[in-house]
């Protein structure tokens, strides 16, 4: 069990984490194939999107979040057989916005944060990313975007940013992700503790890797219980 009380930051991942990107992208990328008459999964979309999103983030120079998203979709698009048209280009990137927050993260976030000083590190552009923070309603401490970092999680520059940020030891720092492969892996190589939030049903959208989290929580209210226990 962790010892929460040696935490002064908590960093979190946003989209898989506080936000539900696996519905936002199947639902953005399942309306495309219905318009062209296929039908796909959702598990067959995030299956696509899980190998075709870091083929786009490490294939040259750095490119802002939505060129990522819209050269994806349009590696998905090749893949699928679909011929798309100008404004269908940006379709998964003029979605993200929209994409649905998890119903428990508001209020963890708000529990969390009456002890513990809360960090975005995220793979997304700043506008983007103060479009989903007005919709939280949250206001946090600190955010580190792909595009302040000019790279892409699980690079461990993202991590070293937020670390200068924050001003924290690393043995005060617990950072919280759904992904294995883009935050536990990477908080394993830097020697954090870290929390895989392992919700029912859901991490489809990211490869899989043997990174090993210090905890497993089912959702984000979990874990505010454990950490600030009424």
């Given at each position: ?118 960090a975005i590190i995220s793979n997304v552009d700043d506008d983007l ?36 940020r924050m001003g924290v030891e690393s043995v005060n720092w617990l ?56």
């Open positions: 069990m962790l010892d929460f009380n040696r935490y002064q930051w908590m960093s979190f991942d946003c989209y898989g984490t506080i936000v539900d990107w696996e519905t936002g992208i199947s639902d953005a990328v399942a309306g495309l194939c219905a318009r062209h008459g296929l039908g796909k999964t959702p598990q067959e979309i995030l299956a696509l999107f899980a190998d075709s999103e870091p083929e786009v983030q490490t294939s040259g120079e750095f490119l802002d979040y939505r060129r990522v998203l819209r050269d994806v979709l349009a590696v998905m698009a090749r893949q699928l057989d679909i011929p798309l048209s100008g404004s269908e280009a940006d379709a998964l990137s003029n979605s993200l916005p929209r994409w649905p927050v998890f119903p428990d993260a508001v209020a963890a976030l708000r529990t969390l944060q009456t002890r513990y000083r809360l990313f103060q479009q989903t923070q007005d919709a939280l309603g949250i206001s946090f401490d600190a955010v580190v975007t792909s595009l302040q970092a000019r790279s892409y999680k699980p690079d461990l520059c993202n991590f070293h940013l937020a670390q200068e950072h919280i992700g759904e992904s294995l492969y883009h935050d536990i892996g990477p908080a394993n190589l830097l020697g954090l503790d870290s929390v895989w939030v392992n919700r029912p049903g859901r991490g489809g959208g990211t490869r899989p890797t043997n990174a090993v989290p210090s905890l497993v929580v089912p959702g984000l209210a979990e874990l505010a219980a454990m950490a600030v226990p009424s």
